[in-house]
């Protein structure tokens, strides 16, 4: 949708209107005068682009059988509309009430819309971008039912009083012509029949309309007369109501699941009642009531039976639970289980005309959750291929990320290896939703979206374009072995999740390198390769990990307390096959037999040969294992460097570096650790408190509810909240926006009752030892102080869980300090460096940045078997709020990019192999100035540091009363900025190096969590956010995408023409029994029905007249359709004449005859016989 905002133009160097101030630049050096900066406010305008996926909470479905473009509404008031693939539009009713229904003007490119708020909408699709001509609202009524004929302007509205009024769809306006409901019924009925749930005229006599009400009832109405033709009454209630073709029948679907048919001139009793579902009883009694069918559709052939389609109608006892849709052609039944209740679902059929042989060819029908088209004309009735973006929520989206601008080779590659991913056994023709035409627009660029999902999969989506396509799914839940339900000799789970174990939390993607790497909610960490070949791996590579806690801090296993530093006892296998998932699966901090579990990792990787198909094949898997009954804590933050060969993860104890060239453990330590001893900013990582409480105590709140972190990660929305921690210090302000703001839709209800029954069998600390395993070969032990992150799931804002200790002291709070973000970079780690080396630059949520040196060996088999060396070179530089992103500029303000390796195929021959490391360009150096900017940015402020000087040159606060969420250092067309989205749902850039603010936007009100966990930017001014379970909304913020964007959209309106009317036959048209037209004009106009009452509804005039409709399409297609207007108009007013010519013609030939006739009888009288 889009939707333009009114941007607040910053002017260059104005900073009165927020608190930001700027850092002088080093005396003797001038450091602005350098970087000329070409970012203006003129470059950014935010606007919606497109919106992708399923809609969420569907509740109606229209479809328009000329122009093939299908429009589903949902309860919050949305309409999306779906032409072929790569079309599709997004249109919002302001109220947001549900949409009960809609109608299509067929082939005029209009759209009238029913809302539960009892208001009528027209809604223009002749331009790119639908917007409403007219609203009607009633004010005394519910609106419960509508009905536009074809090629009528004249729309039926049923209430729920029982009555129907008449809307005008050109002018919107009530006619006064009413169908009372105590006029349609008997006289003799005592009772009101309930409201309108059908109306559908005549097929063959458009004077004539069915309305059914919903006590069982259904009067055949005459139009013109004014008056009731028959009433049918049945004991059970109607919920739908079909009409066979020839306008001599019709078919009502009934609560007790049977099917009536009725003759219309027999009203007595219906000629056919038939149970389909239920069972026949031989004492020749009624079938057994079955459960209601909500909706039937009867749709003829000229060749062979009719198609009657129907939902519900399923026998109580039935063993299904599934909503089902039953086909019934001929003597064959076919009943069609769905994974999801059944909306509403439409039969497709060659002709719009309701009076000729429908020719059913398909039936769409849509689900909660999905959207499916069944094929009717192939055996088996096989369902077509979606071409649409509609599984993003096949399984719950954990984390997404965003990448534009992409190696162009990148797309190609993963849709060949996705291709084979393909399902078989779909309809072999094509898709029948085919309207519309693509967009023209030339700006375009490899944007690829990756989203992590609850089942452990992750999908690659193309998203160029502003269209969306799947191109690979992986599943990183092959490489652990399945759990084993039911059998008989089950092991406690070791799972920290009850459910979803094999979640994505988060991922750290390499483009050009291809390398993937993926951590999950189990504590566990994937690195995958990229490759073209199928390959079989024999043994899963395998890291164990296992961290403890500080020494005064943790219970000796042995009676002396004592902790000597000697190297660990190798885990034997046995012990690290702990997947069994118990009854019940929570995780068991002890074994059977009362022994703390120890040394077991969450889940078991399979010992079996895996099997891996060509795309991203498992490099290594790291596990953290459990420790003296304590669960591993989950990882929080990721990166991946392809060119050192390293990833680094980090939890609220510290990190751990390892090297999946060399598979080992490089550096695994405390946050507390990597401190300097001089360092200024160094936390003392003893808690003050000396004594613990023992085992199973309650601690750290009030009321005895200790929420341990293991138990409170239970439904896959809360995966994603360990992934983004902030600092404490905007813990106050959170809280106070949390009790404004609700709790995520997708929040299970019953998380707190299960994390207070489940609290007993937990203990109060995380306490683990941290050691690596790979293989036999055990490492020396390393001592690491570790925390314990517990979300408050009392509180609305559990999501956002802050890294704290379960010590009641916020004295011992505070001490505890998480890692927040990882960066890469060749750059300066110590200000006496004269030269550029690796390093790894990490951000906490204290807000310090710290920074390690990386010494390397020679690339090549060196590299293999050397050590990589690591040594801390303390902090850089502290903000306030945690760290969120940092980025590195060169002296002329371009951004530097990690190093990497360009990819290349890991099966190949090992002679073909090398190692072929790119480094990043070297900034040109000058003497005695920086030759690096680093740009750090954190929850409260930005700020951006010369290297190696360390000098602060610039320094913005970004937010006082609130705190930034994400932030990125992008690339727009016209340089670099720095993007932030805040949770008081402002969006802003700042320039580079100098952090002008040059866009501010109050763009969303942070309503829901689900937007601040999968908020991300990315380059060319690309970002967007999970705004449903079931949606991904990009938005831009750049003046030249928003420029370009109605270029970019497709259209959905086409000229074409109606189809011809069917023949009506020579004995027809002579006897009349075809269709019967009705001047609708005369009977329900101004002139012969009155005007309506003003009080029973308000006309709303939308943006645009019905001028608009006509002509406000943009583009060629646009002239097309205003030429076909103008021809059709002229032609109808050339007929008009041609017409009036011909009846004078016919006229004048009259005259002459009859006065020749009087003149040959008065020609020989003379004129005394006149």
Request: net charge neutral.
């Amino acid at each position: 949708m889009l939707k333009k905002f009114n941007i607040r133009k910053v002017l260059d160097g104005l900073t009165a209107s927020s608190s930001s101030g700027t850092a002088s630049p080093q005396p003797g050096t001038n450091q602005n005068d350098v970087i000329q900066e070409t970012l203006q406010s003129e470059h950014f305008q935010l606007c919606k682009t497109v919106r992708h996926g399923f809609p969420y909470q569907p509740s109606s479905m229209a479809f328009d059988p000329v122009q093939k473009i299908l429009a589903i509404g949902t309860q919050s008031g949305a309409v999306r509309l779906f032409g072929r693939a790569g079309v599709e539009c997004y249109c919002q009713h302001d109220s947001g009430a549900a949409v009960i229904q809609l109608q299509f003007l067929v082939n005029e490119g209009a759209l009238v819309s029913a809302l539960a708020d009892d208001s009528v909408h027209l809604w223009n699709l002749r331009q790119k971008q639908p917007a409403i001509l007219h609203t009607l609202k009633f004010n005394r009524e519910r609106i419960t039912f509508c009905h536009l004929p074809f090629q009528s302007k004249w729309l039926y509205i049923g209430t729920e009083k029982g009555n129907i009024h008449i809307v005008n769809v050109e002018s919107f306006t009530l006619s006064g012509y009413v169908i009372m409901w105590n006029k349609a019924i008997e006289l003799s009925s005592k009772s009101h029949p309930g409201p309108v749930v059908h109306i559908s005229d005549n097929p063959m006599d458009e004077g004539k309309i069915l309305i059914g009400f919903e006590c069982g009832t259904v009067v055949l109405w005459d139009l013109k007369c004014k008056k009731a033709d028959y009433r049918y009454n049945h004991d059970e209630a109607i919920h739908s109501v079909a009409w066979h073709h020839e306008g001599k029948q019709f078919t009502c679907s009934h609560s007790d699941g049977t099917l009536t048919t009725w003759n219309v001139r027999v009203p007595a009793k219906p000629t056919i009642t038939i149970t389909p579902h239920g069972k026949q009883p031989k004492d020749g009694k009624k079938p057994e009531p079955c459960k209601p069918i909500l909706k039937v559709e009867y749709k003829t052939t000229r060749a062979g039976d009719a198609f009657v389609v129907m939902s519900g109608g399923l026998s109580y006892d039935t063993g299904c639970r599934r909503s089902c849709l039953t086909v019934m052609h001929g003597k064959s039944t076919a009943v069609l289980e769905m994974d999801y209740p059944i909306v509403d679902f439409l039969t497709l059929c060659e002709t719009p005309y309701p009076n000729d042989f429908q020719e059913p060819y398909a039936v769409v029908v849509l689900l909660e959750k999905d959207l499916v088209v069944i094929d009717l004309e192939q055996i088996g009735y096989p369902i077509f291929e979606n071409p649409y973006p509609l599984s993003i929520h096949e399984s719950p989206v954990t984390c997404v990320e965003y990448f534009a601008d992409c190696p162009p080779e990148l797309i190609p590659a993963l849709y060949s290896v996705g291709s084979r991913q393909k399902r078989q056994g779909y309809s072999k023709k094509e898709w029948p939703i085919s309207g519309g035409n693509w967009g023209q627009g030339t700006l375009s660029y490899p944007e690829i979206i990756v989203t992590g999902h609850a089942d452990g999969s992750i999908k690659f989506w193309d998203a160029s374009a502003i269209m969306l396509q799947v191109l690979y799914k992986l599943k990183t839940a092959k490489v652990f072995e399945k759990a084993l339900k039911g059998g008989k000799e089950e092991k406690p789970s070791t799972e920290i999740v009850d459910e979803d174990p094999f979640a994505i939390q988060t991922l750290s993607w390499c483009p050009e390198s291809r390398m993937l790497c993926v951590a999950g909610v189990s504590a566990h960490v994937i690195i995958y390769r990229f490759s073209k070949q199928e390959m079989t791996t024999e043994v899963v590579q395998l890291l164990e990990v296992r961290m403890q806690g500080e020494l005064n801090d943790v219970d000796s296993p042995d009676p002396a307390g004592d902790h000597p530093p000697t190297p660990s006892t190798p885990v034997p296998p046995s012990s690290s096959s702990p997947t069994q998932e118990g009854e019940p699966s929570e995780a068991q901090p002890f074994t059977s037999d009362d022994r703390p579990r120890d040394n077991v990792p969450c889940l078991k990787v399979r010992s079996a040969p895996l099997k891996q198909s060509p795309g991203y094949q498992v490099e290594l898997v790291i596990q953290l294992v459990w420790v003296s009954g304590e669960p591993p804590q989950q990882i929080t933050s990721l990166a991946v460097s392809s060119s050192d060969g390293l990833v680094v993860f980090g939890n609220s104890s510290g990190l751990a570096v390892v090297d999946y060239l060399q598979k080992s453990l490089l550096l695994n330590m405390s946050t507390s650790e990597l401190y300097s001893p001089s360092d200024p900013y160094q936390r003392q990582p003893r808690s003050p408190r000396k004594t613990r409480q023992p085992s199973g105590a309650l601690s750290d709140n009030s009321d005895g509810n200790n929420v341990s972190e293991e138990k409170s990660n239970k439904s896959p929305t809360s995966v994603k909240s360990k992934s983004r921690r902030f600092s404490k210090t905007v813990a106050n302000d959170f809280a106070k926006m949390s009790k404004k703001i609700s709790s995520p839709t997708e929040q299970k209800t019953g998380l707190e009752e299960r994390v207070r029954q489940q609290h007993s069998n937990t203990l109060p600390y995380k306490r683990c030892f941290c050691c690596m395993k790979e293989g036999k070969e055990s490492r020396s032990l390393l001592y690491v102080h570790r925390t314990l992150s517990v979300p408050d799931v009392n509180a609305k804002d559990s999501l956002f869980s802050r890294s704290r200790s379960s010590s009641v002291t916020s004295i011992e709070r505070e001490s505890r300090e998480a890692i927040s973000s990882f960066h890469f970079s060749e750059s300066f780690p110590r200000k006496t460096d004269s030269s550029p080396s690796p390093s790894l630059w990490l951000g906490t949520t204290q807000g310090t940045v710290l920074v390690l040196s990386l010494s390397l060996p020679p690339t090549g088999d060196q590299r293999l078997q050397q050590p990589v060396g690591v040594s801390s070179c303390g902090t850089l530089v502290r903000l306030k709020g945690g760290i969120l992103t940092m980025a590195f500029l060169d002296s002329l303000g371009a951004v530097l990019h990690p190093s990497y390796e360009p990819w290349s195929e890991p099966n190949a021959p090992d002679e073909e192999k090398t190692r072929r490391r790119r480094p990043a360009s070297p900034p040109p150096t000058q003497e005695g100035q920086d030759s690096q900017y680093a740009v750090v940015c954190s929850e409260k402020q930005a700020k951006v540091v010369g290297l190696p000087s360390q000098s602060c040159f610039f320094k913005h606060n970004i937010t006082e009363s609130s705190f930034v969420l994400r932030a990125d250092v992008v690339q727009m067309a016209a340089g670099l900025c720095l993007a932030c989205f805040c949770a008081n749902g402002h969006i802003m850039t700042l320039s580079l190096p100098s952090l002008r603010p040059l866009l501010d936007v109050n763009y969303l009100p942070l309503t829901d969590m689900r937007i601040a966990r999968t908020f991300c930017f990315s380059n060319l001014g690309q970002a967007l956010y999970l705004t449903s379970p079931t949606e991904i909304q990009r938005i831009t913020y750049s003046q030249e995408t928003c420029d370009n964007l109605q270029e970019m959209m497709g259209e959905l309106f086409t000229p074409l023409e109606t189809p011809e009317a069917p023949n009506r036959g020579f004995f027809k048209g002579l006897f009349g029994g075809g269709a019967q037209s009705l001047d609708r004009e005369d009977l329900f106009g101004e002139t012969a029905a009155g005007k309506a009452s003003r009080s029973l509804a308000q006309h709303i005039p939308g943006p645009q007249g019905m001028e608009g409709m006509k002509g406000a399409a943009s583009g060629v297609v646009g002239d097309l359709a205003r030429a076909r207007i103008a021809l059709d108009e002229r032609g109808q007013k050339l007929g008009e004449l041609e017409d009036r010519t011909a009846a004078m013609m016919a006229s004048a030939d009259s005259f002459s005859k009859h006065a020749h006739d009087m003149m040959l009888k008065y020609k020989d009288k003379k004129w005394y016989q006149l």
